[in-house]
């Protein structure tokens, strides 16, 4: 079973900088996408937004709308390893962020970590 731990989350004022890792526990070099989701655990109700996602094959990226041009997706093979840079963040980029891995008929998420940008 892959697993999948996420870290460098944490608190950044308003127009600030994080990179966030997200650490396989086995090659993810074979899966279609790779890609990060939020959430806000404050509101039970929200679903998982899209952040970004790297298609394995082509090297495409797609962008969740509000984080286009601040937020970069990328992922090195060898180190097992997808990473989500962000710069510029808001307030509204507060929430727990979630990576995942997809296949068909396989898809395995992290446990998510937690960014609060404080204004």
């Known amino acids: 079973q892959l697993t999948l731990v996420e870290s460098g989350g944490g608190l950044v004022a308003a127009g600030g900088s994080l990179r966030l890792s997200c650490v396989a526990s086995?090659?993810?070099?074979?899966?279609?996408?790779v890609g990060w989701y939020r959430q806000d655990p404050q509101d039970p109700g929200d679903q998982r937004d899209l952040v970004a996602t790297l298609f394995s094959g082509s090297g495409a990226t797609m962008y969740g709308d509000s984080v286009k041009g601040r937020f970069t997706i990328s992922k090195d093979n060898a180190k097992k390893t997808v990473y989500l840079q962000m710069k510029d963040l808001t307030s509204e980029d507060t929430g727990v962020y979630y990576c995942?891995?997809?296949?068909?008929?396989?898809?395995?998420w992290g446990q998510g970590t937690q960014v609060t940008v404080s204004s």
């Open positions: 995942a891995v997809w296949n068909p008929g396989r898809n395995f």
């Open positions: 086995e090659s993810i070099s074979e899966f279609v996408a």
